[in-house]
């Protein structure tokens, strides 16, 4: 069974940080495009940021929502089967319950209906 499972959320203040993780089980995360979504109380989901899926030596492709951009890093440990979302500089704006999906492609649009297996998601507040 397919699974992903996001960790790393809580409270924390402007201006601070977080990593969230998310573990793969019942496949291998290097095999798809993951990426990272969010969604406030009260508004639509929106995409953060994707990592494509390893295809041999090709250097990764990662894309970032432009809120996030210089603030946010999306990485992969393979042996792991993990990938992380390292936020910095954190704003009460990025406040929301965030989810890992898995799909085929990391596009710069981030578009979560490419996406084909979703975490439960992991609540991120943002507060002084």
């Known amino acids: 069974q397919l699974q992903l499972v996001e960790s790393g959320g809580g409270l924390v203040q402007p201006g601070g940080s977080l990593r969230l993780s998310c573990a793969a089980s019942?496949?291998?995360?290097?095999?798809?495009?993951i990426g990272w979504f969010r969604q406030a109380p009260g508004k639509e989901r929106e995409g953060v940021s994707c990592?494509?899926?390893?295809?041999?030596?090709?250097?990764?492709?990662?894309n970032y929502a432009e809120s996030v951009k210089g603030r946010f890093t999306i990485s992969r440990d393979n042996a792991k089967n993990m990938v992380y979302l390292q936020m910095n500089s954190l704003k009460p704006e990025d406040a929301a319950v965030y989810y890992c999906?898995?799909?085929?492609?990391?596009?710069?649009?981030?578009?979560?209906?490419?996406?084909?297996?979703w975490g439960q998601g992991t609540q991120v507040t943002v507060s002084s």
């Open positions: 990592i494509s899926a390893k295809v041999s030596a090709r250097d990764d492709i990662t």
């Open positions: 999906a898995a799909g085929s492609t990391c596009s710069r649009y981030l578009i979560g209906r490419e996406y084909d297996y």
């Open positions: 019942g496949f291998t995360l290097g095999h798809y495009a």
